[in-house]
Every structure is written in C-alpha cells, then in structure tokens.
C-alpha cells in the first residue's frame, strides 16, 4: 500500500520536474519476472529506474536506511520502503550470497528486480566489468534480462550530494537478453562469465561509456 501510495505521486511529479527522455520502454515486459541490470553512476539512478518504469522495480538498499533512528530514521526507512527497496547489510561477508537469494525470492514471486552489475558507483563516468551475480540470477531463474543505460545522473545528484539538482537525464532500454538452453553442457563459471559480458556489452551500447576492463571496486570512504 505505501508502494502504490508513492509510485501514485512521485514518478508524476519527478516527470514533470526532470522530464526525462526514455527509450525502449516498451522492452520491459509488463508481468512476470525480469532482471533489469543497469550501468551505474549516482545515487539517483535506483529512484530514476523506479520512476520511469511503469511497474514495480525491486532494488536492495544498504540496510543503514532502514535502522536509523527518531524522525529523520522514520522518513528514510518509510521512503526506502515506499519506493520498494529491500535492505542488504553489504558489510556483512555473507551480504552477497544472501542478497542473491533475496532477488531470487523476488524473481520468484514475479516480479522486476534491478541490479548493478559493476557494483557501485562508476566516479570517472566508464563502464566497469561486469560482476557475474546478474548472471547467476538469470541462469538460476530463467527470468529474461533487460539492459538498462543511464545518462546524465551523475549530474542529477553528484557524489556528495544531498538533494537532487536539475539535470538532463536519458533513461534507455535495450532487447531482453533471454537464457534458453545455449548454456547446457557449458562450465557455470564460464556461463556466468559470458552472459555477464553479453550484458555489459548490450548495457554499454545504449550509453556509450568507454570500458575501463577492470572491476569497480568499493570506495574506502562508505557511500
């Protein structure tokens, strides 16, 4: 109910603020289960997704927005909630696993999940390579996979920034990648490996980032 409540105000009047461009809605199925992997490139980018795709986009939030305590604890956990985030301790060194199996519960049930596969936040603007937990979610479910390329959200809220600024934002989504039988037979690493790259590849076409061909990894300082 607070989703519907939420989903029934913000996008509307997020839309009509930003007027975001968005390309290739129509790839993002209405019903049933879909990984939808994205590039990666400010904080805002898991409200943009939510607020430009029609139907719910579960994505997992540190678990920090969901503890705080008094009022300013109370908003940011009902926010998080309301734009249907799930928390994930990611200091947790069992964090990874068990947060591939909450997408899989998502998956599921039916519904949209977003992920990141280089991690976190890409600070120099280039694609990193890809993680294979994307992957592993969509040879484990079988659920088809949309690439999504995000435009222009480092400057709707830089690094360090508090609030969302007015910026110029394109929203693009690509063909479903869909996993049938052509893995049969093929070493799970070697699967995961190669559709995590066919993902990367398809995600880096709709932006048109320059590949850095490393992994991003966490900044020291917590985000």
Avoid: C
């Avoid at 939808?36 to 579960?58: E, Q, Y």
């Avoid at 890809?130 to 088809?144: E, M, Q």
């Avoid at 479903?176 to 995590?196: F, M, N, P, Q």
């Amino acid at each position: 109910m607070l989703y519907q409540a939420l989903h029934t105000v913000v996008p509307p009047a997020a839309k009509a603020v930003w007027r975001p461009t968005v390309r290739g809605l129509h790839h993002v199925p209405a019903t049933g289960p879909v990984i939808l992997a994205s590039n990666h490139l400010s904080f805002a980018d898991s409200m943009v997704i939510p607020i430009v795709v029609p139907r719910k986009v579960v994505f997992l939030a540190k678990s920090d927005y969901f503890t705080g305590s008094g009022v300013k604890g109370a908003m940011s956990r009902v926010w998080f909630e309301g734009l249907g985030m799930l928390p994930v301790d990611r200091d947790d060194s069992a964090a990874a696993m068990s947060s591939l199996q909450t997408a899989l519960d998502v998956l599921a049930r039916g519904e949209a999940f977003g992920i990141y596969p280089e991690g976190t936040r890409s600070r120099d603007g280039r694609l990193y390579r890809g993680r294979t937990g994307v992957a592993h979610l969509a040879l484990t479910s079988g659920a088809p996979v949309v690439p999504v390329g995000l435009v222009g959200t480092e400057k709707l809220q830089p690094v360090g920034s508090r609030l969302p600024r007015l910026a110029r934002v394109t929203v693009s989504f690509g063909e479903a990648i869909t996993v049938t039988d052509e893995y049969d037979g093929v070493a799970s690493g070697r699967a995961r490996r190669d559709l995590t790259d066919r993902i990367m590849s398809a995600i880096g076409d709709l932006t048109g980032q320059v590949e850095a061909g490393v992994y991003n990894d966490r900044p020291v300082v917590a985000e």
